[in-house]
């Protein structure tokens, strides 16, 4: 048979040397088991192909009068038919193997049939009559070869693990394994390891699962297995969906929709489109995911899919009701809007505005998003305007009220005098060193006094002042770069959907998404630190926290806080909040990135009037003398040094890595 040169750079040393065979060897049974072989290979790269190589096996098996290579052909056709959606012919082929199968002397026939039979009923989701014929097959292969008994343990397997028992499925998805990495076959191992992801799956062991598909994944990509690679895109689709990674799912779902539809598998591309439409769902993509299922449901029909068939009417039933659900809820919203715009409350109107803008961005509907917080921020400029005069009236009052409590005290001030002169003038000199030790001490506490009053109002101008810079800084820079933001992701969007689309624009506009969130979260740290009810030591260990669990928690790294009860009750101004906070942050970044340690450990006590913050991991830990000191550490010390503190850094190769903090309360 003439292959293409294309197609011959392709092949793998197996389907060299079986080539050869049938090249070269005479018209016996041995040709037909190179044939046979053939298909098999070719099925999982070329539908083509492999049906050329199984009907010129079916002419040399009639030619030869042997009813095993017939049914090893019928068994080959079978699957092939079934795959690409021609399900009537593939169960005619199945009833011809069934009649071999009959025949006691024909123990391969048996086996071919009971393997077939079973394949047939599982894909199209009829699980209980397929466990039967599969279990049959496993155990006419009892005693025969590994590599055979593997794959069967392999479907057995699959079956159990299709109607729930995970157990079962994953003890024979083990044994397959064991054999195939036993008999050095990496094609059986790979599709064993696909398997066995799936099992973690079900558990929701997602990591686990994860490891399992990519080992899957690599040998499938090296032995060009188009068909396996397909379903271990398809199972990474579904990890990354559970663990809330939609863009990589909708990758690899896509990818596997691709490569189904190249290789005419009905049935795969069925599924693909099924994966795509439950995950448009789960984000709140009615109309994206109720197109998808309408594609694969007329598939699924084709490949006599029901329990496929079954599940997309369902979940079309439920985007239906989704798609009111959102209506209601888009409607609810408008009319907040309204409600507050007839009643002339502006501020209740922006927030109605603000609110609308963010359950259109949840949803990925940035024009409507951008439209209505443009609306909300004007509605907003409008009442702050309104909002300086009303101040600036309200210290014109306080000036002028002021001003007249000064005359006032002037006024008493020279009677005062007046009447120390007339005292001055009639009495004698122990009455004058008296009055003169009275107008001595008065004059002591009315300065101390006012030093004592003027402390108190700098004090209550300062709250009001950094209240007002952390209010302006959250209102007017946070809704700006939120702007920035969602202006950025619809230029993206929009610039994605242009056929003419610049490579150097997307970067820029990313850039610009990168920097403005950047800009996001430092002014975050700015508002905190500013905010004067964020002056106490609890408040600062209530932020460590929370930011160890957004750092630390995906990565899986464990971590402790001991904290002193003395620590709650001090006050801390706020340069030294933000730089302890800062100092924290830093070293908790350093030891998620670098440390590949498992556990850290915050330590917070006072001792001898001194603050002491340990951050300690088991880590890999590392030489100073050998590692250059980057910009991180070199901050970490300024700061310290700034607080008039310490900052040490304790460290070797496989000790972890362990910063103190020391610093003088005040």
Known sequence: MLVSAESISAQTPLIDSLLRIVAVHPRDTNKIRALDRLAGEFMRKDMDQAKSYIYQQIALAKELKTDIGLAAAYSGLVALHQTTGRIDSAKYYLDQLEIFAQNPANKKAAINFANSAGLFYK??????????YLLDALR????????????????????????????????????????????????????????LGNDYMDLQQYAVAEKYLLQSEKLKEELGD?????????????????????????????????????LTLVLEEARSLFNMGSLLKQTKKIDDATHKFLEALPLARQVGDSAMVSRIKTYLIALQNDSRAERKEEQTLLQNIQISSEAGTLDNTAEAHLMLA????????FDNAYENLKQGQQLLDSIKSTEVILQLKKLEE????????????????????????????????????????????????????????????????????????????????????????IMSQLALQENARLSNGHENTNIHLKKIATHSASMMEKMSDIVWSINPKNDSLEQVVIKMKEFAAEILEPKNLDYTFHIEDTIYELKLDAEKRKNIFLIFKEAVNNAAKYSEGSKLTVTLSVQHQQLH??????????????????????????????????????????????????????
């Open 123 to 132: 894909n199209q989701g009829k699980i209980k009559e397929a466990l039967p």
């Open 140 to 195: 006419l292969l009892e005693n025969g070869d590994k590599t055979a008994r593997a794959g069967q343990m392999l479907n057995v397997g699959n079956a159990y693990y299709i109607i729930g028992e995970i157990k079962n499925a994953a003890n024979y998805h083990l044994k397959s394994l064991a054999l195939f990495e036993e008999v050095k076959n990496k094609r059986g191992q790979s599709f064993s390891l696909n398997s």
């Open 226 to 262: 188009k068909r396996g690679v397909l379903s271990s895109w398809m199972n990474l689709g579904i990890v990354y969906q559970q663990t809330n990674k939609p863009e990589l799912s909708m990758y690899y779902f896509n990818k596997a929709y691709v490569q189904a539809r190249e």
């Open 358 to 365: 963010e359950w259109y961005a949840s949803r990925k509907q």
């Open 398 to 485: 306080e000036y002028n009220t002021a001003k007249k409590e000064n005359e006032i005290a002037l006024l008493k001030k020279d009677q005062e005098l007046q009447t120390l002169a007339l005292s001055r003038e009639r009495t004698n000199v122990i009455l004058i060193a008296i009055a003169l030790f009275s107008v001595i001490v008065i004059s002591i506490l009315l300065v101390n006094r006012y030093r004592i009053m003027n402390r108190a109002k700098r004090e209550i101008e300062l709250q009001h002042v950094r209240n007002h810079i952390a209010r302006d800084l959250h209102d007017d820079l946070g809704s700006t770069l939120s702007s920035i933001n």
């Open 613 to 666: 913050l340990s951050i300690r991991d088991n880590g890999k830990g590392f030489n100073p003398a050998l590692s250059s000191t980057g910009n991180g550490l070199k901050n970490m010390k300024e700061r310290a040094v700034a607080m008039q503190g310490t900052m040490t850094q304790i460290t070797e190769p496989g000790k972890g890595t362990e910063i103190q903090l020391e610093l003088p309360i005040t």
